[in-house]
C-alpha cells in the first residue's frame, strides 16, 4: 500500500484546509491522521474505521476537525477548521488494520504534507 498525502500549505487562524490522502493497492484498511509539530513528539489526530463507523479523535481537534473516507476513491479527508497556530505540523496519514489511536498499529505511512497556520 502507497499512500500520498496532500492538501498542506499556509493558512491565517481561523482559516480552514482539507487534507488528502490517496491510498493505491489494497484499500480495506482502518485510515489515521498523525502530526508531528517542529522539536515534538508525533501525536494522534484523527482515525476512521474501513466503513467509517468508528471515528476516534483528539481531544485537541473535536468539534474542528472532520475525518471522512471516499472508499470508490480510495481517498480519506481531513477537514480542518477553525485553525490555530498550534495546528501547525507535517501530517501524516497512515494505513493500518484498525483505527487506533496510538501509531503502532498503522502498517503503512505517507510522506506527510505541512500544514503552517499563521497567528
Known amino acids: 500500500v502507497q499512500l500520498q498525502a496532500s492538501g498542506g500549505g499556509l493558512v491565517q487562524a481561523g482559516g480552514s484546509l482539507r487534507l488528502s490522502c490517496a491510498a493505491s493497492?489494497?484499500?480495506?484498511?482502518?485510515m489515521g491522521w498523525f502530526r508531528q509539530a517542529p522539536g515534538k513528539e508525533r501525536e494522534f489526530v484523527a482515525a476512521?474505521?474501513?466503513?467509517?463507523?468508528?471515528?476516534p479523535y483528539a481531544d485537541s481537534v473535536k468539534g474542528r476537525f472532520t475525518i471522512s473516507r471516499d472508499n470508490a476513491k480510495n481517498t480519506v479527508y481531513l477537514q480542518m477548521n477553525s485553525l490555530k497556530p498550534e495546528d501547525t505540523a507535517v501530517y501524516y496519514c497512515?494505513?493500518?488494520?484498525?483505527?487506533?489511536?496510538?501509531?503502532?498499529?498503522?502498517?503503512?505511512w505517507g510522506q506527510g504534507t505541512l500544514v503552517t497556520v499563521s497567528s
Open positions: 493497492g489494497r484499500s480495506t484498511y482502518a
Open positions: 476512521i474505521s474501513w466503513r467509517g463507523g468508528s471515528t
Open positions: 497512515a494505513a493500518g488494520v484498525l483505527a487506533a489511536v496510538t501509531s503502532t498499529p498503522y502498517d503503512y
